[in-house]
């Protein structure tokens, strides 16, 4: 197909050049036989005039032939490409995303032939208002109706291939837009190629022999002169007695002026509705076109909102577990601060029952025996410095309890800070996700920078709740340590209170038997 396109263009170039060829040696004869002729100065003139008008217009269709030749080539290297990127996108047809990136050339092939289409269609009009100006009113009203028919066509055929790009395969309706843009290409060539051909047949412009040309030219000449003659001699014949007919014929051609130019205008509007229908299909296509990055837009957003979403949750309920951690945490500290009052408690009752056996000491100290009392009052320095130690033990658990209470609760405040500081970067994140989507129809950049930002904090927060976490869980171990710590200290100065309790109920028990000893004596 592309060796088939580039033997086209070949074709048109080697057209074109044997055209500017036939063009170029039309004008060097028609010099020749100027310079050759030896007229009047009148008829120099005008022959020169019409010369030069000649060269205008083949120099404006040189242009024309020039840019249509440009835009065919490009067009030719841009369905090149679209071929190399269907190639290159076959070969990628394996996995959805080449598939999807198949369709968006397609779609992309589909666009760039409906704009060549316009522009094919644009230019022609062109051409069509331009030969207007230069041709009679009815001839060019005729011209542009056929070009806005044309359009109409267009413009048709148009909504019909977007209709049948929603809804069936792509590969009929690029064959039939490049049908279309053929024939278009087809008639640009046959409207310029007629052009020319109204050229030669308006100057002459005849392959024959020179000497014939310049024969012709010279009795053309000469009948040019003898007619200019004849019309001056009826000029100063006539004189001033057809004032009142020129008048009229003045007044008619000025009629017949502004009509010429009421068609002008007319056509030119007809050139700018078709050009105003063809801008507005493009528009179409546009709009469509931004629909589609848009969805894609959107299908983005939605998929990296339904991946953060799981996150965020997650993120909430880590903070909903790390909030009944601290409820625990401060039952826990409650229960600390009850077992340390019925530590007290129990405390100030052996310190009574130590006043108890002070005052047994003091009874014990009225017996006759110093050595029972000696080892009596041992007994109770002994007792009397395990309980001091007791106490003095128990005094710096509690401290030491009383300020790990402190710092955990320290460390509760602080938490409930980062809590409140992580429930108010969740609030701002769903700020900024509602704002997010309320700016996606315009700001499509500034949804991947949001989401940016999105998956930052919560990493962030991730990462946080993971040292809080961490953090939380050390100190919850510790905490444990020393309770175990504390329950086994607890229960040893348990153990040893009932050990003491009963030596000194085997104390109480042996001063009882002495007194009742030393009373039998007493009375024997």
Known sequence: MEGGSSL??????????????????????QQDVLDASGGGGNDKVHKKADV?????????????????????????????TLRSHEAYGLLLSTSAASQKQQEDHESAKVSALRSDLRLLLSFRV?????????????????????????????????????????SSAKDALLVELFEMRRELTSKIS?????????????????VRAEQDDALDFVSAGDGFSSDALAASADRTSGGFSATAASKASAL????????????????DLKATNTKLVLTNSQLEDDIAH???QYDDEKRTH????????????????????TARAFDELKLSVDLITNMYKSLMQTLSAQQEEENDVKKIKKIAALTKENERKDKLVTLAMAARFEMIQLTNRSDAAATELRSERDRLQARAQNAESEVAVLKNQLEGVYARLEAAEDAGARLSDRNVQLQDELSAIVEAARTRECELQAAHEHELLVLQA?????????????????????RLKKAQEKIARMASIGAGNGSS
């Open 126 to 166: 062109g051409l069509l208002k331009h030969k207007s100006s230069r041709e009679s009113a009815a001839s060019a009203h005729a011209q542009l109706a056929a070009a806005e028919v044309e359009a109409q066509q267009l413009t048709d055929f148009l909504e019909k291939s977007a209709k049948k790009e929603k």
């Open 8 to 29: 086209q263009v070949h074709e048109l170039h080697k057209k074109f050049e044997e055209l500017n060829d036939e063009i170029a040696t039309a004008l060097r004869r």
């Open 190 to 206: 046959e409207d310029a190629l007629k052009d020319k051909r109204q050229l030669d047949l308006d100057f002459g412009c005849v």
């Open 290 to 292: 931004v629909q589609r």
């Open 52 to 80: 030069l008008r000649l060269a205008r217009r083949a120099l404006g269709w040189r242009e024309d032939v020039a840019a249509l030749s440009k835009h065919i080539e490009l067009q030719l290297q841009q369905s090149r």
């Open 302 to 321: 939605l998929n990296g909102k339904k991946l953060h979403i799981p996150k965020v949750q997650k993120l909430e309920e880590a903070i909903q577990t």
């Open 482 to 502: 020393k309770f175990a710590k504390s329950k086994r200290e607890l229960l040893d100065t348990m153990a040893q209170n009932l050990s003491l309790d009963g």
């Open 252 to 267: 008619l051609d000025e009629v017949q002026l502004a009509n010429q130019k009421l068609r002008r205008e007319l056509a």
